[in-house]
Every structure is written in structure tokens, then in C-alpha cells.
């Protein structure tokens, strides 16, 4: 059974950073899929960007080249860094964990969750 617990959520300002982390117990980590979602009040959950267990990336469209993800095997800690954020990214990011290779964007492919941490962003 695969554990994550997310970190690094808060208010900030547009055009500030944040970085999440969220931290891996249970099982063999450098084998999993992580992949960022995010849920805004009212909207579905979407996703925001993943890592494959090989160093492939796979990001959304309105995050490219403003977001980062990366991974410490060493640490079984996967990161998000937001840079540029806008009010528009507000929302709760969840770290999810998946045996699917390469870097899958649907969430129906990761089976295990965080509980959520909440980004506000402020205009």
C-alpha cells in the first residue's frame, strides 16, 4: 500500500512560487508513475503534471514553462515547482502514485492519492 502526503501548499501573491512536496511510504518509489492534479472548487479534477519512473515528463498546457517537476528516489519525494503563479492555479494539488508507465495524464491511472494541499493564489 502506497502513502503519500503532500506539503508546501499556501497564499501567495500572482507572479510568486511555491513549491509541493509530497512524500512516498510503502513500496519500491523509484518504480512509480507521480503525477500532480489539482481540483478547483466547483471543477473537475485535472491534471497538472507527471514523472515517470524513467525521467519522462508530461505537463498540462496552461503550466508548461511555468511549472517543474521532479523527483528525489533517494528522499521518495516527488516536487512541483510553480513559478508565475496566477489566480487561476488556485486549487487543492494532489500527489497521486501509479504503476502505468511512461507518464500518464488521466487520472483514472493512479490508484493512490494524497489527501491535498490547498494553493491560493491572490490577484
Known amino acids: 500500500q502506497v502513502q503519500l502526503v503532500e506539503s508546501g501548499g499556501g497564499l501567495v501573491q500572482a507572479g510568486g512560487s511555491l513549491r509541493l512536496s509530497c512524500a512516498a511510504s510503502g513500496g519500491t518509489f523509484s518504480r512509480y508513475t507521480m503525477g500532480w492534479f489539482r481540483q478547483a472548487p466547483g471543477k473537475e479534477r485535472e491534471f497538472v503534471a507527471a514523472?515517470?519512473?524513467?525521467?519522462?515528463?508530461a505537463y498540462a498546457d496552461p503550466v508548461k514553462g511555468r511549472f517543474g517537476i521532479s523527483r528525489d528516489n533517494a528522499k521518495n519525494t516527488v516536487y512541483l515547482q510553480m513559478n508565475s503563479l496566477k489566480p487561476e492555479d488556485t486549487a487543492v494539488y494532489y500527489c497521486?502514485?501509479?504503476?502505468?508507465?511512461?507518464?500518464?495524464?488521466?487520472?483514472?491511472?493512479?490508484?493512490?492519492w494524497g489527501q491535498g494541499t490547498q494553493v491560493t493564489v491572490s490577484s
Open positions: 514523472t515517470g519512473w524513467s525521467g519522462i515528463t
Open positions: 497521486a502514485a501509479s504503476f502505468v508507465g511512461g507518464a500518464p495524464t488521466s487520472r483514472y491511472d493512479y490508484p493512490y
